[in-house]
């Protein structure tokens, strides 16, 4: 029997309808930007796994340290322990974040990493004897599965079971040119009747939200009330993290820096599952007391896996090196083309790029064509070639050792499909 079938007796797959989506392809192996599937198929990741295997697929760099590591010190409790790639991760990572970011926490996912950057939060008032229970959050934003990831991501399917269970949140509409005197009105409004904590975004770019991009000079505008208002800023850069936007970090385009910022997918390079929440020292500083009860009392069996820091400490390394560097270039400067060029099809009604972030929509009504989503996934995986649209959005964030022979083995997928539709 195959793995396909093997497959549907016990498991049961994230954000899956089974009875409608009852197969599943069944990788064996996967090499640098490609995956094989078990009837020996090969399809370029070109979302590189959920933004995470950034360097590639099985990269012999990485497995090297994280072998040695395993051999070394596999795990070990992190309260009351620490360990060298531990230390060494938070000497490399506080090097590239924003100036103000002074002390790391480590969970084990992008949510778990949210959840931590809300618990500090809410903490951080709650420690300086002040009231605060409201988070704001961006209308559209996505930051995770578990219940206070959930309660600040927008309204949808996902969570809408759930929604009476939520923390208190209030969203706000992503500012933009036209509505941005409204938005910050809303926001004052907000910060002024309620007694806000935190206010949560994606920087720059809304990944779940179909990769919708916004300018940095908009949400600085929101981010310049929540300092004055001491309301502590949390940056989801869960996907923009590492590069992808242009620069190591999102953040960086923001002349406002966050209280906290929330990492993962990227960070462990996809070899295991690890997160950290960051923050300034402002925040830190609110739980360092001669009173037991203000530390905060959050943790996970596994933070700070050796295992997981030592693939992080790695990935920051390749990061950084000049080929790496090249490569960001090289696909940036390939997408632009290719966006340029995409944009005149009639069935395009726009494309966006930030740094290695490529979305194009449709022009082209969802209901008209049924499912179009498993319309256009099956049409690339005929192709060879792995994209997971987001509505009518169809984006690239591929791997960034991808050449250029397997880049315009997706551009082409995307242009016959769209011819094809
Ligand atoms: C993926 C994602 C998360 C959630 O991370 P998980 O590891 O899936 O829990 C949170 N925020 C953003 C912006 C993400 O893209």
Redesign the pocket.
Known sequence: MSLQERDKKHLWHPLTQHKSHPNHIAITKAKGAVLYDENNNEYIDGIAS??TCVYGHCNPYIINKVRAQMETLDHVVFTGFTHKPAVELSEKLIQILPENQEKLFFS???????DVAIKMALQYHFNREEKRTKIIALEN??????FG?MSVSGLSVYNGPFEEFFIDVSRIPVPNAENLEAVKATFTKLITEHNVAAFIY?PLV???AAMQVHKAEHINEILKIAHRHNVVTIA?????GFGKTGKNFASEYIEIKPDII?L??ALSAGMV?M?ITSCSQKIYDAFYADDMKKGFFHGHTYSGNPVACSAAIAGIELLQSEEIQANLQRIQISHQTFGEDIKKHPKVASVRQQGQIFALDLNIQMERYGNLRDKLFNSFMSKGVCLRPLGNTIYILAPYITTDAQLQKIYQAIRKTIDEL
């Open positions: 959920w933004y084990d996912n992008g949510s778990t990493a949210i934003g996505f930051h995770g599965d578990t990831a994606e809304q990944g779940a989801d850069e869960v996907m923009t929330c993962s997918k599952p997160a």
